[in-house]
């Protein structure tokens, strides 16, 4: 059935268009950014539309301000984001990892380019998936969350918001530049519910306040400025009265609780789409668009005789390890295709639990992998032609 | 069914090729197809390949990204080796010959049409774009010209809808050459 017949409201969309408008639909009302290819049209976008809603637009001297500035602004109390692209990820990053260690939510898209370096810059690739992960120094929880369409990239940059309010964290937005750039017909997904998150605020007698001693969820309400509460913000460890702490007694228990509150909420973080995966003698793990040349080379696949399946993550960190393991246990062997010189691969190495072969499939020329060379490599993999 | 259609539109930067597919995007999704529009270009405002593609299809299509052109249009050498190994044998190649000196060659047919040439007779080398989308319109089998028309019409700025009116009918003029020939 075609969007149109549906009796949906449809419009022609470009990705880094549907990611401003999720933000605005989130209720982002804060957003900082410095424009660089390919995504400034996120910025574009966002400043014509968060005036509409009485939101700030700003334009800052660099990256390194801008995801300043877009802390401060969820440490007043808004959903605030920035957006950038792989120089400005990597400006980032010292930043974000305040933003980790002092818990601040905020969204931090990166639509990624050719790389190292400045790269190609209006080229696609998947060279930053590492880097989402462990690009700021440091042991650090994280999400990051790879939409594969336009439609998606609505969705899950909405959807990137309700995670940081709900559990204090910055959240990484990663696609590439072809989706980017890409127009797709589209209905805009509802995401009321994830405009109705909001962080929990701090409650009860200012002078009893702890703003890092968490709830059972592990998350610590956080203080709404105004409302009376005093609170210290660093980038040091710190105690659950948020002053500096080096005492082992005391760091041990507030790193554990930091570097666990993702896995405590996995089922609100977790996605995935998975297709043909329970019989698939071969599954093809990718993301992003390599993850729709993925579907259309398992759907041809299939249609041949061949037992192929699709494990294609939505949110890449944490990597959805146990539904991988349980959905692949038959799984023979995995075809890993991805827009670099090979990083998912490193996970699906570490998260397989039996003897599979792992083949990768790797471009990093600037050009997106298509269906027929996913088709080829998982016909190698079985020894056919 | 609903066929799907895979439409390049290729050059060098500067072209207007994005506007093209903008037009056939919009025309088509009029139509009722799901519409996918990529595009790949320098990181210079002018010259070096620049492309626009359009996958049309029945619903949200597993890629949408080209691997199977159907209709192809070249405005400049630039492009004339970047969609090799992916235009069908049945596609429709256009090439303007002017700055395309060495066309791609295979089974498709490739048709070569003063297209810059008569743009600069309408008064404007830049409305060689509309004039290919004129001939695009004529030749398809899947498109309706009042349907391009249409939305060539709703693109327009006002001071450039005359000229912009004027080259869609040369091309129209153009593509009814082709097919009396």
Known sequence: ?385 | MMKNLEMRFSGAGGQGLQLCAKIFSRALTGEGYHVSMSQSYEPTSRGGLSRADIVASDGTPDYPLTTDLNTVLILDQAAADASEGIIRDDALVIVDPRRTKNPPKGKFKVIELPLSETAISLGSERVTNVVATGVIAELSDDIELEIVERALRQSSPKKFLDMNMDALQAGVDLARGVKSA
């Open chain 1, 1 to 385: 059935m075609t969007l149109q017949s549906s009796g949906q409201e449809t419009i022609n969309l470009q990705g880094n268009h549907a990611c401003a408008l999720g933000a605005v639909a989130a209720g982002c009302r804060f957003y900082a950014g410095y424009p660089i290819t390919p995504s400034s049209e996120v910025a574009e976008r966002l400043a014509k539309e968060l005036p509409k809603v009485g939101g700030v637009f700003l334009q800052m001297e660099d990256e390194i301000a801008s995801i300043a500035a877009t802390l401060g602004a969820s440490m007043g109390g808004v959903k605030a984001m920035t957006a950038t692209s792989g120089p400005g990820f990597s400006l980032k990053q010292e930043n974000l990892g305040y933003g980790m260690g002092a818990e601040i939510p905020c969204v931090v898209v990166n639509v990624m380019r050719g790389g190292p370096s400045t790269g190609m810059p209006t080229r696609p690739a998947q060279g930053d998936l590492m880097q989402a992960r462990w690009g700021t120094h440091g042991d650090h929880p994280v999400i990051a969350l790879t939409p594969g369409s336009v439609e998606e990239i609505y969705q899950q940059t909405a959807r990137a918001f309700a995670l940081s309010e709900k559990l204090r964290i910055p959240v990484i937005v990663l696609f590439d530049e072809s989706l980017g750039h890409l127009v797709e017909t589209v209905a805009l997904p509802d995401v009321t519910d994830y405009e109705k998150t909001v962080r929990k605020w701090a409650t009860g007698k200012p002078e009893d306040y702890k703003p890092y001693k968490a709830d059972k969820d592990g998350v610590p309400p956080m203080a709404r400025p105004g409302d009376g509460y005093r609170v210290h913000t660093t980038g040091l460890t710190v105690d659950e009265s948020g002053w500096p702490t080096q005492k082992s007694a005391e760091v041990e228990p507030v790193m554990k609780r930091l570097l666990g509150k993702v896995a405590l909420n996995n089922d609100l973080v977790e996605s995935f789409e998975d297709m043909d995966c329970e019989d698939a003698e071969v599954v093809v793990v990718a993301l992003g668009v390599v993850g729709r040349a993925a579907r259309k080379a398992v759907r041809e696949l299939r249609a041949s005789g061949v037992k192929a399946g699709l494990f294609r993550p939505i949110t890449l960190w944490p990597f959805p390890t146990k539904s991988f393991r349980k959905l692949t246990k038959k799984a023979k062997h995995f075809v890993v295709a991805e827009m670099n010189a090979g990083q998912l691969i490193l996970e699906i190495g570490a998260a397989k639990t039996g003897r599979q072969s792992v083949t990768g499939l790797n471009r990093f020329d600037g050009v997106p992998i298509s269906p027929s060379q996913i088709k080829q490599s998982v016909k190698e993999v079985l020894g056919h032609e």
